[in-house]
């Protein structure tokens, strides 16, 4: 009898041991499962870091900058593959001025914004901080920015108290952020991005002073539908202030709609400058009254006149203008004026038309020093072999 009462009393005893060694098991393997998971994300093997999953709120009031450094750092300390930083749809994200800062592990890395991301509505935001820039990538190589989403600059703050805009006012500003910056960075690429109400500018840009300056140390940069004007135009330079040796090239410009602007496309350098500028397209643009519409000036002086004459200079060479067409509010519609020490080299003018805006005038072109070929050019010929 005690044997029939013992034998059941093991049977339960084994299988509740079973059971809970079933339990153990269980919760065993599932730490396990969330050790390599998280082994994965610290070791960088996770390819997708979406800023929810760091805390953003994505509400459009809540300031989500820190969430977004977490999803960023954690993206930039990833090993293997190609991280992404996704900023995702239906939300509103309000960043104070933050800097993704690299160099990252990652060989590439990507950032898609997916939906929006608004600057705050004041510029008393900046206090304390650098006031030229709100969104900025330092030291990142290997970066993909893309997305269907928006990047809200909400300038109203900044334009209502612009020295430029409001001169009269007391205490006005005369920097304002740039919306997106990229520093010390290599293939970098933008693609479909969306910019409103930038503190600076817009894709529909109308200034009192360049819509695009290009610097001293720019290359690989495709610049498409753009209009531009009342302004300066579209500018290559100035480069080579205080002797600076320049490094650009590999710059597309096209599809271009300037409008009364006083240059259109054009490259200016100053004498004591160095370096070269070189492999650049200007293509299918359209001008509009424009005072300048094809300048090069290599004799570029911040005060005019006052710049002596120098055997130095910015060698420009390899730069093709191709399918311009409109009218030039000028006499000169087409003005290159290379350095009699160092000249323009390789300058090729393709299919282009310009007439004069003012009824009963004619267009000029004038070339000095500037070589390379031309066909189907009005006004010319003006450059020589």
Known sequence: MVHVYILPLCLAISSTFSYIMDIFAFIFVLGIVSLVISSANANGNASTFNVLNYGAIGDGKKEDSPAFLEAWNAACSTVKGTPKVIVPEKRTFLLNPVVF?????????????????????????????????????????????????????????????????????????????????????????????????????????????????????????????????????????????????????????????????????????????????????????????????????????????????????????DVTYKGLYGTSSTEVAINLNCSRWVECTGISLQSIKLTSAKDGKQATANCVNAHGKETRVLPGPCIGN
């Not at 529909?204 to 302004?231: A, M, Q, R, V």
């Not at 492999?279 to 000036?297: A, G, H, L």
């Not at 002596?308 to 200079?313: A, D, Y």
């Open 101 to 317: 800062s690299g160099p990252c592990k990652a060989k590439k890395i990507d950032f898609m914004i997916s939906r929006k991301i608004v600057a705050p509505s004041s510029p008393n935001a900046w206090k304390g901080r650098d006031a030229s820039q709100w969104l900025a990538f330092s030291g990142v190589s290997g970066l993909n920015v893309y997305g269907s989403g928006t990047i809200d600059g909400q300038g109203k703050g900044w334009w209502d108290q612009s020295c430029r805009y409001h001169p009269e006012l007391q205490g006005c500003t005369k920097l304002a952020p740039t919306a997106l910056k990229f520093l010390s960075g290599n293939d970098i690429s933008l693609s479909n991005a969306d910019f409103t109400n930038s503190p600076q500018t817009h894709s529909k840009i109308g200034s009192g002073d360049d819509c695009i300056s290009i610097g001293d140390y720019i290359s690989n940069l495709y610049i498409t539908n753009i209009e531009c004007g009342p302004g300066h135009g579209v500018s290559i330079g100035s480069l080579g202030l205080g002797g600076n040796f320049v490094q650009v090239e590999n710059i597309h410009v096209s599809n271009l709609s300037l409008n009364g602007t006083t240059n259109g496309a054009r490259i200016k350098t100053y004498q004591v400058g160095k370096g070269y500028v070189r492999n650049v397209t200007f293509e299918d643009n359209k001008f509009d009254s424009v005072d300048n519409p094809i300048i090069i000036d290599q004799n570029y002086c911040g005060v005019r006149g006052t710049c002596k004459e120098l055997p130095t200079g910015v060698h420009i060479s």
